[in-house]
């Protein structure tokens, strides 16, 4: 006698969203991952962010099909009783069906051997320029070089992040921390888990770990409501203080993202050092000990501070490009408060991501996020592979009415400038007081 199907409903799972309890819906049964949260290769932020919603669309951006045959040992016997999958849900999956048929997921070319050697060569010209030339010039273009070298190795960390770049997963987690902890000083394990979070809760001004950078920056007034991060578990407080920093904040822009490698430094430590599980991390700290090793000892074979302070200045001004890109392609996009929803994983990628538009021998610049939006819906595909499916993108786009973002640089660069000026002077409206200080006050009032 077959077994009769139990059923659950949308608002039921729902309910089940929170540690201990946490149940997500792919395509249409229910399954418990309270305890695999644990393990899950991915963190436990992607799965707690999504609990209580369907997953399937999220599921099918981040998984290879091998994974689907892991899933019914978390089946919990429920199906959801109202599922439905919208057009666009649909359009999609099939996408990722037809690029999976077509190979373009193990289509990875020849370009990560060629950046291991670029790499290679890069920083041996660095360390050469330092120790074995004389005069401030050739300093002062070494530490260019190395900033430039940072680039590429966390081009390289973050494609091996999103998909096997190597023949093995030893390998692969070699380059990782090679790429990541060694060459550029930031952890790779915080890295893959502020960056999962991103992608899953894309433009979410509560739970997206790249748009909270309260007090120096935010991208919407909704921020002037303190509000709280559910990534660091902190309220992001709107004070006197923060309130000076973000009214100037359109004009100290680009000047704090000549330094923001600090922010990177200071958050790979708080993570190895917190509670917060983190996969290997005695190779982190490792790899994190040979970067300041190594680093600060190349910066002693300089002859004098000023040279000292000039070439580490221009590897960070110069790496503070990589760091622009990353505000250029969100910061001027939709966003919205809350968790994310499962049910419109396409609409929140597309909307909340912008295309920088390049020509093709410049691909390797931007290190694929020049498209996005297209790396965001299909996080697994090589970067290489990226312009030739953005057609197929930017037709399904059209079809379902949703707007595909796409600027310059320089436009890029204007919209970003425009959204941090308008937060600016909401800022600076007095009719929305908040405890000021005498040199706020000072700056702001006229008259």
Known sequence: MATQKRYITAEEL?????????????????????????????????????????????????????????????????????????????????????????GLYDKKGHGVSILLCLIAVMFAVSVYGVVFCDGALPH???????????????????DSGHYQIMLTPNLNRFIQILSGNCLAGISI??????????????????????????????????????????????KMKFDSASR?????????????????????????????????????????????????IWYPLLVSFLPNWYERVMFVLASFVVTSIQHLQFCLNHFSTSIYLGHPNG????????SGSLNIECPSWMDWFHGGLQFQIEHHLFPRLPRNQLRQISPFVKELCKKHGLTYNCASFWGANARTIRTLKTAAMEARDLSNPVPKNLVWEAINTHG
Not at 141 to 150: I, P
Not at 343 to 350: A, L, P, R, S, Y
């Open 14 to 102: 729902k309910t089940h969203n929170k540690e201990g309890d946490l149940w997500i819906s792919i395509q249409g049964k229910v399954y418990d991952v309270s305890e695999w949260v644990k393990d899950h290769p991915g963190g436990d932020l992607p799965l707690i962010n999504l609990a209580g919603e369907d997953a399937t669309d999220a599921f099918v951006a981040y998984h290879p099909g091998t994974a689907w045959k892991f899933l019914d040992k978390f089946f919990n016997g429920f199906h959801l009783k109202d599922y439905s999958v919208s057009e666009i849900s649909k359009d999609y999956r099939k996408l990722v069906y037809e690029f999976t048929k077509m």
């Open 140 to 158: 002062f273009l070494s530490g260019a070089l190395m900033g430039f070298l940072w680039i590429q190795s966390g081009w390289l960390g973050h």
């Open 189 to 234: 394990g915080w890295w893959k888990r502020n960056h999962n979070a991103h992608h899953i809760a894309c433009n979410s001004l509560d739970h997206d770990p790249d748009l909270q950078h309260m007090p120096f920056f935010a991208v919407s007034s909704k921020f002037f409501n303190s509000l709280t991060s559910h990534y660091y578990n902190r």
């Open 244 to 292: 000076f920093l973000i009214s100037n904040q359109h004009w100290v822009f680009y000047p704090f993202m000549s330094v923001a490698r600090l922010n990177l430094f200071g958050q790979s430590f708080m993570l190895l050092f917190s509670r917060t599980r983190v996969p290997h991390r005695g190779q982190e700290l490792l790899g994190l000990a040979v970067f300041w």
């Open 343 to 350: 049910n419109d994983w396409f609409e929140k990628q597309t």
